[in-house]
T-cell receptor, first 114, second 114 residues
Framework: GDSVTQMEGPVTLSEEACLTINCTYTATGYPSLFWYVQYPGEGLQLLLKATKADDKGSNKGFEATYRKETTSFHLEKGSVQVSDSAVYFCFPPFGSSNTGKLIFGQGTTLQVKP | EADIYQTPRYLVIGTGKKITLECSQTMGHDKMYWYQQDPGMELHLIHYSYGVNSTEKGDLSSESTVSRIRTEHFPLTLESARPSHTSQYLC?????????????FGNGTRLTVT
């Protein structure tokens, strides 16, 4: 069945370090792919998206490339900041528009230290 | 900018009380969802709706109920709260008219049952 696997956290980095959070999925068909971010005490916000194979989504210095051949959508940032400390969720919206069941990855907590 | 609102933000109540968590969106979205978020941050879908008078249970068994009498409103009710219901509850919506459209989230309700 459809599933998504995210890199386990927590991930602790020093400021200006490079970040990669892995996300792989299995799905019937080729959905659009999203990364969401959740800052402490808030709901989830859309961080970036990619709608088809080889698309690269980017926002706030974060990037992710839709790799159809490896069914992956890894999140990357070249230089993290303390303000990037949050929980990150990979989200391929499985199911057709008729099912409505939308399943998230388990989330990866990132802590950036000054 | 997404416009989806949840009230209250924080709620502390005693065991056995009946409570309703409110969720409203002003975007005209047909699809709405309730997620329960555990301390490990994983999101579990507990209810969803395709539109007015349509409600379905999600993947996680829940003793809560929902209703969808108006497009913009998707309240969640617990008839008799218990300490096991203590959690963060997140409401979301999405646009049916856009294939694989992203979810828009409220800021959540943090419920504590004593």
């Amino acid at each position: 069945g459809d599933s998504v696997t995210q890199m386990e956290g927590p991930v602790t980095l020093s400021e200006e370090a490079c970040l990669t959070i892995n996300c792989t999925y299995t799905a019937t068909g080729y959905p659009s792919l999203f990364w969401y971010v959740q800052y402490p005490g808030e709901g989830l916000q859309l961080l970036l998206k990619a709608t088809k194979a080889d698309d690269k989504g980017s926002n706030k210095g974060f990037e992710a490339t839709y790799r159809k051949e490896t069914t992956s959508f890894h999140l990357e940032k070249g230089s993290v900041q303390v303000s990037d400390s949050a929980v990150y969720f990979c989200f391929p919206p499985f199911g057709s528009s008729n099912t409505g069941k939308l399943i998230f990855g388990q989330g990866t907590t990132l802590q950036v230290k000054p | 900018e997404a416009d989806i609102y949840q009230t209250p933000r924080y709620l502390v109540i005693g065991t056995g009380k009946k409570i309703t968590l409110e969720c409203s969106q002003t975007m005209g979205h047909d699809k709405m969802y309730w997620y329960q978020q555990d301390p490990g941050m994983e999101l579990h879908l507990i209810h969803y709706s395709y539109g007015v008078n349509s409600t379905e249970k999600g993947d996680l068994s829940s003793e809560s109920t929902v209703s969808r009498i108006r497009t913009e409103h998707f309240p969640l009710t617990l008839e008799s709260a218990r300490p096991s219901h203590t959690s963060q509850y997140l409401c979301a919506s999405s646009d049916t008219g856009i294939i694989n459209s992203p979810l828009h989230f409220g800021n959540g309700t943090r419920l504590t049952v004593t």
